[in-house]
C-alpha cells in the first residue's frame, strides 16, 4: 500500500534535492573509482577540452535527477510509471558501466558496445518518460545529445588505435 502525504513546496523541493544529489553521487562513482586517464588515448581533433566533462556531466545529471523526481513523484501505483523507473535503472547501470569499460580497461571497443546499449536505453528511457511526463522526457534529451557525441567520440578513438 503506498501511503500518500500531504504535498508541500518545501518538503518537494528537498526530495528533488536529493534525487538531484543521489544522481549525481551515482554518477560520479565509477571516475572515483577508476579514474579517467587519458594518456593512453589519441586524441581525435574534435575531443573537447578535458575541462568540459565534470561540468557537461554534473549538468546532465543534474537534469536525470529532476526528470527521475519527476517520474518518481507520480507514485508507483501506475504501470507507466513502474516501467519509466525500471527503464531508468536500465540506462543508468549502462551509463555506469561505460567508464569500466572504456577507461579501467582501457577497451574502446568495448566501449563502443556499452554506448551504443546505452544510446538505446535512454531512447528507451525518454520514451517511457514521454508516456508519464512530457517534460522529464524533456529533461533527457540533452543527455542523449551528449551520449551521442560521446559515441561518436569512443568509435574514433577507436579507429586511431
Known sequence: ??????RSAGRDA???????LGVNALGALPSVFIGSDTSWIDRPWFYPPSILFPIVWTLLF????????????RGPSRQAVRVA??????QFALNLAWTPAFFGLQRPDLGI???AALWIAI?????AFDRVDRL????????LGWVSFAAV??????AAG
Open 1 to 6: 500500500m503506498h501511503v500518500q502525504f500531504p
Open 14 to 20: 528537498i526530495v528533488a534535492l536529493a534525487f538531484v
Open 136 to 143: 522529464a522526457a524533456a529533461l533527457l534529451v540533452p543527455y
Open 113 to 115: 558496445a556499452v554506448i
Open 85 to 90: 523507473l525500471a527503464a531508468f535503472g536500465i
Open 153 to 158: 567520440l569512443n568509435y574514433a578513438i577507436y
Open 62 to 73: 543534474t537534469l536525470m535527477g529532476l526528470a527521475l523526481y519527476r517520474i518518481w513523484r
Open 123 to 127: 531512447v528507451g528511457t525518454i520514451v
